[in-house]
């Protein structure tokens, strides 16, 4: 595949690589198996994963989300931002739906960032490593205290173990009740990334505060995540996610 046009983004420093798919113009597969040697940060063109924009004859448009390692990821908040914002530059949509999976986001246009809102219905998992939360994509959330978000080797050394044991996301957090800071071990990146948008739903989560916006404090910026609390059933549901998208650069990668 050779001449692909290709749009990179960040939110809150989590980076994509947005490809315009609309009508088939490119093979999904061919794109996917891509993948890797696309986000591949020495001789690709680097990121975290790939957003593929795709026609959707019920919606805006499809979200096809990998992971660096062209892994499926489920959802991603980041990614969905980006792509959201992307379609709005594009003349795609300005406030609509778009489906990821199966499941219809919506997504709303402000000048201060883009909001997505999650149909997830969530409960919250106890384990003897943290706690298991699906805010569209697996996730570990592990308590910690300040000091440690700053060891890198510990983050990384302790993340690998734990997405391994889990299969999921790991996501350390120190929360002081009224905001959150978060470090996250992303599977399919296999480090540390500077956001996860999905990782900030569920420490929000986690923190519980429902019913107000919470602050999740990342490497790359801050996210605003939103949720309400069934107090009935304990279940949380009406998820938000808040923050900046933002246009890198524009080019063509040459296989």
Known sequence: MN??????MHGAGNDFIVIDNRGG???????????????????????????????CDTHAYTMVYR??????????????????????????ADHHLFTCHGRAYVAEA??????????IAVTIGETADGFRIDTGTDHLVVPVDA????????????????????????NFVW??????????????VEDLTLACGTGALAAATW????????AVISPGGVLTAGFQR???????HNHTLFGPARFVYEGVYHR
């Not at 969905?80 to 530059?89: D, P, S």
């Not at 000091?147 to 996301?169: F, P, Q, V």
């Open 3 to 8: 001449g692909l046009p290709f749009t990179k």
């Open 25 to 55: 113009r490119h093979d999904t597969g061919a794109l996917i198996r891509l993948t890797p040697a696309l986000c591949e940060r020495r001789i690709g063109v680097g990121a975290d994963g790939i957003l593929i924009l795709e026609s």
């Open 67 to 92: 992971n660096a390692d062209g892994s499926d990821a489920g959802m991603c908040g980041n990614g969905g931002r980006c792509i959201a914002a992307y379609a709005v530059r594009s003349g795609v």
């Open 110 to 119: 402000t000048d201060a960032g883009i909001r997505i809102r999650f149909p």
């Open 147 to 170: 000091a440690r978000l700053s060891d890198e080797a510990w983050l990384i050394a302790t993340g690998r173990m734990l997405r391994h044991r889990h299969n999921a996301n790991v």
């Open 175 to 188: 929360h002081d009740g009224v905001s959150v800071r978060i470090r996250t071990y992303e599977r399919g």
């Open 207 to 214: 923190a519980g505060l429902p019913d107000q916006p919470v």
């Open 230 to 236: 069934d107090p009935a059933s304990g279940v949380f």
